[in-house]
């Protein structure tokens, strides 16, 4: 049975467990989007413009927009998720597959035929969430034969391509290792802003790791644009390029073997980065050290972010990560 939650410093939420468990905590491990960095301005205009886009190269027509930014936290919050440019080649399954339902290629008549994205979202997390989900989820608008036919004309690589090129612009060779061939320009990347200073991590008594959907080179791009670069040993850097994926625990373990802590706390905004620490507790052996879970508030399902993280008990909610890490050594000095 969850422990309940209750206010124990301003924005800062915690279990009684936690707030003893937090006494020795030596490591905290961060994800990036919506905890290090706010992305309001970047991947949910992203994930939005390149459906956009891939619509109109496969025929689609119509000014009106595909997809909303604030409706991609509908998907968010299904779960599953986790990596932007799987969204947006799910928000392009999902027109492929209305249009072949409503026999049209019109946005504004898909766009106002039901269901609308916000039941798909919910079907889908019913399914699991992610593309997997998803693609259950919209069965129920196609007979399994039209879907497969379908997924089958589905460039996601394309739509991929595109994600590069409208978050990282003129530096998608940079970031990605690809040159941008369909958009220039600055990227989107430009609009992100840090959510916690250099100052606030480096006063602080914790070593610190990330376990990140971002790859590498973005998430230096990212820890360099926010003055935060140097402060994560390479061992602690869990991005893409490592393998492995959120909700897969393994990142978790890395990180611990890499800086051996007394405990850790993950800090992530979705319920990926919760069901990352809640596999790493249930599959940890004695040797390993625990891992509280906080829940940041604020970042991609949104105002969903709160009943969400209340549902499955985590140990930790703050309103932003400074929060936590001001509240978490403040018990560390005691």
Known sequence: MALALRQVAEGLWATSRAEIQAEVADVVVFDVD?????????YPHVICKAVQTYLGEVGFTGEVEAVRPEETAYFKAAGGFNSDWALAQGMALVYLVKAEAFNSRHL???????????????????????????????VNLLDLGDLEAIKAQWDRARIT?????????DLSETV?????????????????????????????????????????????????????EGLFAPAALITENAGVRKPNPEGLFRI????????????????????????YEAERTLDDPPCLFCGVLGGSPGE????????RGVDLMATQVVRLIEWAAGRKRR
């Open 304 to 311: 969903l972010a709160r009943s969400l993280f209340e549902d």
């Open 256 to 279: 611990a073997r890499a800086l051996a802590p007394q405990l850790m706390i993950f800090a992530g905004d979705n319920l990926d980065d919760w069901q990352t620490a809640a596999r």
């Open 108 to 138: 504004e008549a898909l766009r106002q035929a039901e269901p609308n994205l916000a039941t798909i979202a919910r079907a889908a997390s019913a399914y699991g969430g992610g593309l997997t989900g998803l693609e259950s989820a919209l």
């Open 176 to 228: 990605f290792g690809v040159p941008n061939e369909t958009i220039t320009g600055p990227g989107l990347m430009l609009r992100e802003k840090p959510l916690v200073t250099r100052e606030v991590l480096a006063r602080a008594p914790f070593r610190y790791g990330i376990y990140t959907g971002r790859n590498l080179g973005e998430t230096q791009q990212a820890l360099s644009l926010a003055g935060l």
């Open 34 to 42: 919506g905890v290090l960095i706010d992305v309001h301005q970047s």
């Open 161 to 169: 391509r595109l994600c590069y090129e409208y978050y990282a612009g």
